[in-house]
Structure formats: C-alpha cells, structure tokens
T-cell receptor, first 112, second 113 residues
C-alpha cells in the first residue's frame, strides 16, 4: 500500500461538536482527496487539494472544510458534526490529476 | 457534470463462472475509466483501468471493455474464485487538469464455493 495513513481510524462524537480527521502521506504526491463512502452512493468527493494551500470543493462539500499547510498533511474538518455526516471517510493521493489515486485505510465516524 | 451508473448492484456467481459488471457514463469527454476493488473493511484498490484510445484491456483473469459510442464500459472476471468476493467500483474522469474522478455506486460480488 502507498504510504498513506489516516487518524483517527474510528471516532464517535456528538452532534454539534467539531471533528478533524487527518490524512498523512509519505509519497510526496501533489494531489490529495477526501471522500465519504455511504451504502448505495459509492465514493463521493468532498474536497481535494492540488498543492500546499490550494484546495477546491468536490460534489458534497457542504458542512466540511479542509486545510493543507504541508505537502504531507491534508486535514478534513466538520465544523459542527451532524448525524448525516456519519460515514466512512477515505483519503486518497495521486502524483498529479491524471495519475492513479491510492486510498488510505479509512476513518469510520459515528455522529450521535 | 459526469454521472456514472453501475449494474447490477449485487451479483452472485458460482466459483469458476464468469462475472460481468456494467457501467454507463454521461459525459462524452470522459476518457479514463478505472476499476477499484474493495474487500470488506479494506480500502479501495485499483485493479485495472482503460483509456479511451483502446477498446479492451486484459490482465490475467480480468478484462475491461469500452464502447465510447454507447458510453459504457464493463468489467469481466473469468474463472472466479472466492477471493474475488468484494465490492467493485467503476469510475470515469476527463483527463484535463483538476478534473475529478466520479465513482459509480458499486457492485457487491459474491463468489460461492
């Protein structure tokens, strides 16, 4: 597997609390992505980054923000978690936009 | 924007039989089509991909075919084995800067020993 880690791997939180998920890579890839995976929806892109401090929205970005202050780290923040954000979150990386995406191990988030 | 549909949503086959999963896409400008396999509790992993300049690609027991006119592509797995049991995702993307990969909803394949 590519050098991608996600933390935490599991998290239970309450509605209204802020949550930050971290993706860390050791591949020095330029592109990083956050997806959420829900039954019947496949993988849906939340936000992505094409360089340090360069980010853009995906198809389901409402309620999420991201930051990338270093090449190796991409943070996903739920400002005020809601039950609809209960999901499995995957980070992915790619060398550039036209290269294969490699996925991290995922973070299972439960919002009560 | 791009929309990718995938059928069937679930598929059961006997070990040794073939399995076929079909996907359709909406954006005629899409020209890169990867397939990912996700085992239970694991991360999605690329198993094969095809670009629009070819109609078919094979890698051992798996193959992908592409029909750009009809805007559909298919994954074929021959001589299925229990370890092929997983969820398979197709995806489509335009190969221009910053374009995103759009995934289908997935097919859960069960290979019955």
């Amino acid at each position: 597997d590519a050098g991608i880690t996600q933390s935490p791997r599991h998290k239970v939180t309450e509605t209204g609390t802020p949550v930050t998920l971290r993706c860390h890579q050791t591949e020095n890839h330029r592109y990083m992505y956050w997806y959420r995976q829900d039954p019947g929806h496949g993988l849906r892109l939340i936000h992505y980054s094409y360089g340090v401090k360069d980010t853009d929205k995906g198809e389901v970005s409402d309620g999420y923000s991201v930051s990338r202050s270093k090449t190796e780290d991409f943070l996903l923040t739920l400002e005020s978690a809601t039950s609809s954000q209960t999901s499995v979150y995957f980070c992915a990386i790619s060398r550039d936009s036209q290269e294969t995406q490699y996925f991290g191990p995922g973070t299972r988030l439960l919002v009560l | 924007g791009e929309n990718v549909e995938q059928h069937p949503s679930t598929l059961s086959v006997q070990e040794g039989d073939s399995a076929v999963i079909k996907c359709t896409y909406s954006d005629s400008a899409s020209n890169y089509f990867p397939w990912y396999k996700q085992e239970l509790g694991k991360r999605p992993q690329l198993i094969i991909d095809i670009r629009s300049n070819v109609g078919e690609k094979k890698d051992q027991r798996i193959a992908v075919t592409l029909n750009k006119t009809a805007k559909h592509f298919s994954l074929h797995i021959t001589e299925t084995q229990p370890e092929d049991s997983a969820v398979y995702f197709c995806a489509a993307r335009k190969e221009t800067s910053y374009d995103k990969v759009i995934f289908g909803p997935g097919t859960s394949l069960s290979v019955i020993p």
